[in-house]
């Protein structure tokens, strides 16, 4: 008798502690399916990412800013409308990205892996001398771990 009592009180701790668990994650950000739109599909090298478009002026200044976390499959993609050449800032950021500049042929024209929230507010992220009409932001590690190189073609 004295065994069931102490295992039914273990597993009222585990219980209790997966349920805390769960809490922390949802609450830091953890669940990242529930802070995105899945405005569209972008496809690169075989991988489809459900992704939020940033519309307005508004959202593609705040980008991913305030966010706890993107997922694997997730992106945001910002569509400047036409080619030139755009900066990406890390303000209120609280995780690494990789972003990927696409041109108006939608092949990757640059690529910064593994972009930093310590870089704001110094530095800014503009490749020059390389115009694009699109910006992919996407989970830290992503562009190497699917060999993601200039002229990579993309699909949206």
Avoid at 39 to 50: L, N, P, R, W
Wanted: glycine residues 10%; proline residues 3%.
């Amino acid at each position: 008798m004295e065994f069931a009592k102490n295992l039914r009180l273990i597993i009222a701790v585990l219980l209790a502690g997966a349920v805390i668990a769960g809490f922390a994650i949802t609450s830091s950000g953890g669940d990242c399916t529930k802070v995105y739109r899945d405005d569209d599909q972008v496809a690169i090298s075989g991988k489809i990412f459900e992704t939020e478009v940033a519309k307005s002026p508004q959202e593609m200044q705040k980008g991913l800013g305030d966010r706890g976390c993107i997922g694997d499959d997730q992106a945001m993609l910002f569509n400047f409308g036409r080619q030139g050449q755009y900066g990406i800032w890390m303000k209120d950021m609280k995780f690494s990205i990789d972003v990927l500049w696409i041109n108006s042929d939608k092949k990757i024209v640059a690529i910064e892996k593994n972009f930093s929230p310590e870089t704001y507010p110094e530095n800014a992220v503009n490749e020059k001398d390389k115009p694009a009409s699109y910006v992919l932001e996407v989970k830290a590690g992503t562009a190497d771990e699917l060999g993601l190189k200039l002229g990579t073609p993309v699909s949206f």
